[in-house]
């Protein structure tokens, strides 16, 4: 049986909220269960924050951008290495991005960095309109060096917590708290799903109600359709926030046994040239996929030779993400850092880490991996 990278896992209780929304007739866009959803997810978050609902973390990032005053001609700063629909809707507004490099101590956007070129970008009356870090991995970035930065030079902070809901930053605050805004995500590979759908999470009311206003069709209060500004379709279904319901009841569960899995990758593949992802001081990961780099130089086997093993038998993983500014699409983009994150690309693996992987099946791509290891030394 094929070992996927990380698949859907439901907890059996999500078939039970979903014919709930069934017997009420809730299958339009909103319901009972999407406010339901919104109220978990602020709920378990702990914070003054405001939820919203949408059909994916990408349209949460537009509708913040948008929100934050994003438009043509501005700079948003962000992570070079996260996902591209982590980036594209800075295109959608017409806005361009300036790419980042990470910090080799948590493998989350360098601060350090980003303060040099923030106190320059001062001098020089070209400071961004927003600051865009990735949590990479379920990993939190440093919100409170980040909300610092942004508080000193009146910049917007939107964190992309897409891939660490059930993560925590110091003294117990969630990921997805930071900023003045943060997004989430709940892809079918995410630590808990909704088959497709995000989430903006503000502490702000009034981006939060403007969200809700740009999701909907941005329809004005009348009895006919009025519109004094363009919106979209964003909202997330009902159906699939009963499916969220049941997903919220299990996300501590979840976060815990990817962790586990990592801890196992970690303590049976440690050897020279074997690299896993960080974990600060204070921080806690969701560790929603085990990374590793591989160092050929000292296995004698390259991150390209394990991962085409492992496809022979049925078994997923994936480099990590491409840095964008080494993607086509963004040439000649600026890009500040030294390349660790381009190493960590060319080196990097992201191995099956699914919350509903048996300890058989981590076993067999342990023996795999350990034996092709063996064998370069």
Known sequence: MRIYLSRPHMSGNEERRVAEAFASNFIAPLGPQLDAFEASVRDYLGADVHCVGLSSGSAALHLALRIAGVGPGDEVWISSMTFAGGIFPVNYLGASPRFFDLSPESWTVDTALLAKELAKAATENRLPKAIVPTDLYGQSADLDTLESLAAQYGVRLIVDSAESLGA????????????????????????????????LVTR?????????FLATQ??????????????????????????????????????ARRREIFARYKAALARPGIAFMPEPEGLHSTRWLTAL???????????????LMLLEHQIESRPLWKPMHMQPLYAGAPYHGNGFDERLFANG?????????TDEQQDEVIERVSALLDKGR
Request: aromatic share 6%; hydrophobic share 30%.
């Open 204 to 212: 702000h009311k009034a981006w939060a109600d403007e969200a809700r």
């Open 293 to 307: 780099t591989i160092d050929p130089s000292e296995t004698g086997i390259t991150r390209e030779d394990i991962r």
């Open 218 to 255: 941005a329809r004005d209060p009348a009895p006919h359709y009025e519109h004094s500004t363009f919106g979209y379709n964003y909202r997330l279904s009902n159906i699939c926030a009963a499916i969220g319901l049941g997903q919220m009841e299990v996300l501590d569960a979840r976060v």
């Open 168 to 199: 925590t930053y110091k003294n117990g605050r969630k990921a997805g708290t930071g900023g003045d805004a943060a997004i989430l995500s709940f892809n079918g590979n995410k630590i808990i799903t909704t088959s497709g759908g995000g989430m």
């Open 349 to 357: 693996l992201c191995l099956p880490s699914g919350s509903d992987m």
